[in-house]
């Protein structure tokens, strides 16, 4: 495709309720990330994806996430019994992996989640 | 934790002025990345400067690089009311050849 593509692209839901937000990623990019914004953290590094192996989930706040990726391709973020503190923007990237400290990041519109 | 850290945080501008940003980090760098976010959602990529280079361009942005001093400076010329966004830089470093790590940015405002 074009770009990084996210949906949903707000998502509101209960404490407690688990949600799933899905990444598409540049077509050909074998490297993904996600991000996550909130107002107190600032930008936060959450997890790698090379191919459909996470080498790197240390940014992961705790064992309510997961995620995973499928075919090389479309990844999703998964939030288990979500809480307040989960609110934030939750953003994707892409890159093509060739030489990765020298790369371009292309990052999706992102998915707005506030937890009730 | 946050590696870069831009300054000003907040900068507001008339329509035509030149803004600097600029944005300093702790540990040793892979390359340094600026980037521009609307409105809160999704962020831009403006420039990439590897840590071997000291100047690049890309239209009106002119972005150094002094890793002596671990410091990048983010130069918009000729600025417009499109402008007005939030900027940030963020770095590729070391160990973590993939991970970025970011600023806390610059919110630009350009006045008309």
């Known amino acids: 495709g074009a770009g990084v593509s996210q949906s949903p692209s707000n998502k509101v839901t209960e404490k407690g309720k688990d949600v799933e937000l899905r990444c598409d990623p540049i077509?050909?990019?074998?490297?993904l990330y996600w991000y996550r914004q909130s107002l107190g953290q600032g930008l936060e590094f959450l997890i790698y994806?090379?191919?459909?192996?996470?080498?790197?989930k240390s940014g992961l706040p705790s064992d309510r996430f997961s995620a995973e990726r499928t075919g090389g391709s479309v990844s999703t973020l998964t939030i288990q019994r979500t809480q307040q503190e989960d609110s934030a923007v939750y953003l994707c990237?892409?890159?093509?992996?060739?030489?990765?400290?020298?790369?371009?990041?292309?990052f999706g519109p992102g998915t707005r989640l506030l937890v009730l | 934790s946050q590696q870069g850290e831009e300054d000003p945080q907040a900068l507001s501008i008339q329509e035509g002025e030149n803004a600097t940003m600029n944005c300093s980090y702790k540990?040793?760098?892979?390359?340094l990345q600026w980037y521009r976010q609307n409105s809160g959602r999704g962020l831009v990529h403006l420039i990439l400067?590897?840590?071997?280079?000291r100047e690049k361009h890309s239209g009106r942005l002119r972005v150094t690089l002094d890793t002596s001093k671990k410091s990048s400076s983010l130069l918009i010329t000729a600025s417009r009311a499109a402008d007005t966004a939030s900027y940030f830089c963020?770095?590729?470093?070391?160990?973590?050849?993939?991970?970025?790590?970011f600023g806390k940015g610059t919110l630009l405002t350009v006045n008309p």
């Open positions: 990237a892409s890159s093509l992996a060739e030489r990765l400290y020298q790369e371009t990041q292309y």
């Open positions: 077509s050909g990019h074998t490297a």
């Open positions: 994806f090379q191919g459909n192996s996470a080498p790197d």
């Open positions: 540990t040793s760098i892979n390359n």
């Open positions: 400067i590897r840590s071997n280079e």
């Open positions: 963020a770095t590729n470093s070391g160990g973590s050849n993939y991970k970025l790590t």
